[in-house]
C-alpha cells in the first residue's frame, strides 16, 4: 500500500498555500503510480498481513466507533446544509456572488480545520483526491456543491445504520476495496480505510460551509475539541 507516512509536507500553521500545493502534488504522483497496482494485488496484501496478524478486537471497535461518528456526522451535515440551502441561499452565493479567490480562501479554511481536528485526520486525506482546489472549484464552485450533495442523507432527521460512501474508482483500486472479501469475513483495513475516507470529506464539508456562513464561529460535531487557526 502507498502512503504518505514518511513524507514531509510544509504545515498549514506557516504557510497553508505551499501545504495544499504539496498535497495536491504528492496525491497526483501516488495516484498515477497506484494505477499500475492491481486492486487484487493489494487486497491479496491486505489479506496476507490480516491472516499473519489477525486484526485485534480493539482496531475493530475503532473502526466500529469511527464509523458511528461518520453516521452521526452526515445526519448532522445534511440537517445543516438544508438550513442552509433554504434560509441562506448557499448555492446561489457560493457560485455566482463568491469570486474564486474567495472560494479558494474557504476551501483552504475548510482543510485547515479539518486537519486540526485530531493529529489523525490529515494523513486521511491521502484518500481523498477529491479535495483539491481544482475539482472543488470547476464550474463556477460546483465541484464542491457536488461533493457535498454525494454524502447528504436523504433523511436529515434521522442516524442512517450505515454511511454514505463517495465512489472512487482509483481510490477503492489503490485502498483494494473492491476485492477485499475472503469469503463472507470482510477485510478490516480497506473498509476502516473506507470509512476514514469519508470522514475526512464529510469533515472538510462540514468545516467549508461552517467558515463561510461563520467565520467566527469554531466548532465541530461532539467528540472532538480544536484549536483555532485565524482565516488569512
Keep these: 500500500m502507498l502512503s504518505f507516512q514518511h513524507k514531509v509536507l510544509p504545515s498549514y500553521k506557516v504557510n497553508r498555500e505551499k501545504w495544499n500545493a504539496k498535497w495536491e502534488k504528492d496525491i497526483s504522483e501516488v495516484y498515477r503510480a497506484a494505477a499500475n497496482v492491481p486492486a487484487a494485488a493489494t487486497a491479496q496484501a491486505f489479506a496476507a498481513s490480516e491472516a ?30 438544508a438550513k442552509r440551502y433554504a434560509e441562506e441561499n448557499f448555492e446561489e452565493v457560493w457560485t455566482q456572488t463568491c ?9 483552504l479554511e475548510g482543510l485547515v480545520r479539518t486537519c486540526e481536528a485530531t493529529v489523525e485526520f490529515e494523513p486521511w486525506r491521502q484518500w481523498a483526491p477529491e479535495t483539491a482546489l481544482d475539482v472543488l472549484q470547476a464550474n463556477s464552485g460546483r ?18 445504520d450505515d454511511y454514505r460512501r463517495i465512489p472512487n474508482a482509483a481510490v477503492e483500486q489503490r485502498m483494494g476495496l473492491s476485492h477485499s472479501m475472503d469469503g463472507n469475513k470482510p477485510l478490516v ?12 470529506i464529510t469533515t472538510f ?3 467549508v460551509i461552517l467558515a463561510f456562513v461563520r467565520p467566527s464561529v469554531f466548532e465541530l ?6 484549536k483555532r487557526t485565524p482565516v488569512r
Design 99 to 107: 469570486s474564486v479567490e474567495e472560494r479558494r480562501k474557504w476551501i
Design 189 to 200: 483495513m480497506p473498509l476502516l480505510l473506507s470509512i476514514q475516507r469519508t470522514l475526512f
Design 52 to 81: 499473519k496478524t489477525p486484526m485485534d478486537d480493539g482496531i475493530v471497535r475503532y473502526a466500529a466507533a469511527l464509523k458511528g461518528q461518520l453516521c452521526v456526522l452526515q445526519r448532522d451535515l445534511t440537517s445543516k446544509a
Design 221 to 226: 460535531y461532539p467528540g472532538f475539541s480544536l
Design 143 to 160: 465541484g464542491f456543491l457536488n461533493l457535498l450533495q454525494a454524502i447528504l442523507l436523504p433523511d436529515p432527521g434521522k442516524i442512517p
Design 205 to 207: 464539508c462540514w468545516n
